[in-house]
């Protein structure tokens, strides 16, 4: 598969640019999200056909039912997640192409991603791949369990709505750790979790729409 689109690189530096400016306008102020975003090619994620559309803000396919999320809700939880301090081992649930897990590689020490779909985790590998993103493990598998072998997580970071928040994932979380993720199923709402040292702490931020959270591989 062809995944680098050749031809509109210097067009997407451009739009690039403009997706940062109006991430400012929307309210993301990490300078360090935003040098993240401004550096991964969003267009290696979706197929050719979408790339003119993909630095708008908005969520499009990428097959097998799913969608890459929209910038603004990526920037936001990275955000939210870094709390301004350096991230150092990550795990998101919900890889899909793997547009989020290249930015969280840019902004921490070691991302681990799960995916429960084999095609799309098979497609974040090729693109991964061709970035360069060392510093990030895909896996293939139900990431409601976590990665308990790689645990514990000083940020968990959750790509599509759960009806509660898994038991499996607080347990990985690292005291002092965030975990930021969708809650509900039609009406959804985005939470941040922070890990004490007598236990947790759950803040409600905004309303957002989300793929469900299924059980088991596909
Ligand atoms: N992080 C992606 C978003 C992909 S959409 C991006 O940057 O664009 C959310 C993904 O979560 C889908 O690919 C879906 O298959 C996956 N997903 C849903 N339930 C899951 C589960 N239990 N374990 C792992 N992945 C899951």
Excluded: W
């Amino acid at each position: 598969m062809n995944v680098r689109h050749s031809g509109i690189g210097m067009t997407s530096a451009r739009t690039r640019n403009r997706m940062i400016e109006r991430l400012r306008t929307q309210g993301i102020t990490d300078e360090v999200v935003l040098a993240a975003m401004n550096s991964v090619p969003r267009h290696m994620f979706v197929d050719e056909a979408l790339a003119t559309r993909v630095y708008e803000d908005v969520s499009l396919p990428i097959g097998h039912g799913q969608t890459i999320s929209q910038p603004y809700i990526v920037a936001r939880m990275i955000e939210v997640l870094r709390n301004g301090r350096s991230l150092n081992r990550v795990l998101e649930i919900g890889t899909g192409r793997g547009y989020q897990a290249a930015v969280l590689g840019q902004v921490a020490r070691e991302v681990f991603s799960v995916e429960r779909i084999k095609p799309l985790h098979d497609i974040a590998v090729l693109c991964l791949r061709e970035l360069g993103a060392r510093n990030v493990s895909l896996r293939y598998a139900d990431g409601g369990m976590g990665l308990p072998e790689i645990a514990p997580f000083d940020a968990i970071i959750m790509a599509a709505a759960a009806t509660h928040v898994p038991r499996e994932l607080l347990a990985q979380l690292a005291v002092g750790g965030r975990m930021v993720l969708p809650l509900g199923s039609q009406e959804q709402m985005l939470y941040l979790i922070e890990r004490e040292e007598q236990g947790f702490r759950q803040t409600a931020l905004e309303p957002v729409k989300f793929v469900p959270l299924l059980a088991g591989k596909s």
